[in-house]
């Protein structure tokens, strides 16, 4: 009998919150980091362990309000994605709020990169979540040969990163401002600690749970279903028609709610 993977387990049944398998045995939303808006911080973005290349950034595709704030699309997994579908079936039909609506049901981007935070060092290597326009920055600067590899353990650029409020940007959103320190500095100056960071890190697709094509589908009928009369839902999904025929008015103004965001 493996002790040593009993207790293993138990740890991770007794730390709250930890119920996938494959968040290190943390709280989930301890592996990840959120920035204070108003607030200056200092972040490092590091090399990343489970990267397909040389590149430190994740980019995974999300549905968001259907079946649960957040499902992670199929399409990261190089599956066939039924929501996707549906989509493709809208556009079919060529017409005009039907493409619109199509556009709203693609899943949107959203990008991760493992970091130190100064003066958080003690909490390890968490992911930084941030959407196309700071995806843009970060590579621009990567793409600058002043800067180059800004994760090099030995002469690496920090970051300063503040969130400016919607209210003092004047934007309808918030921003966020992204500027390289001038000078290089190492990851750490304590060798073993760099190991260590480079090392012990999750991989952020497995944060997220899988969702099976079929129990997609069913989160998109459930969705689907009030806005449809009876029994179409099915047809609506498996091939895009009647979807709009029903209550179209009424369908167009939900999308539009599900998805300003």
């Known amino acids: 009998m493996n002790t ?5 387990r138990l740890a991770r049944l007794q730390t709250k919150g930890s119920s996938n398998p494959n968040s290190n045995g943390k709280k989930w939303s301890d592996n990840f980091w959120k920035l204070t808006p108003g607030k200056k911080h200092e972040i490092r973005i590091v090399k990343y362990k489970h990267s397909d290349d040389t590149l430190p950034f994740t ?21 066939a994605d039924p929501i996707m579908e549906f989509a493709s079936e809208l556009r079919k039909t060529n017409e005009e709020d039907n ?40 590579l621009q600067y990567m793409d600058d040969e002043d800067y ?10 920090d970051i300063k990163l503040e969130q400016i409020p919607a209210e003092q940007s004047g934007k309808a959103y918030p921003t966020t401002t992204i500027k390289l320190k001038p000078r290089t500095t190492p990851l750490s100056k304590d060798a073993k600690q760099a190991e260590d960071w480079l090392e012990n890190q999750p991989n952020v697709k497995k944060l997220y749970t899988k969702v099976e094509y079929d129990d997609m589908k069913t989160s998109l009928m459930e969705w689907v279903k009030p806005k449809l009369e009876g029994g179409e839902e099915e047809e609506a ?8 025929d029903t209550k179209k008015k009424n369908v167009n103004k939900e999308l539009d709610d599900l998805f300003e965001d």
């Open 4 to 8: 040593d993977e009993i207790k293993k």
């Open 59 to 79: 980019e995974l595709y999300f549905y968001f309000g259907i079946g649960k704030p957040r499902m992670i699309s199929l399409v990261n997994y190089d599956e």
């Open 99 to 138: 493409k619109k609506l199509a556009k709203k049901l693609n899943p949107k981007m959203r990008v991760f990169a493992p970091v130190i935070v100064r003066g958080e060092e003690d909490k390890g290597v968490r992911f930084w979540e941030f959407g196309p326009q700071a995806y843009t920055e970060l």
């Open 148 to 157: 180059g590899d800004i994760t090099d353990v030995e002469n690496g650029f």
């Open 237 to 244: 999904v498996s091939s895009g028609t009647n979807y709009t």
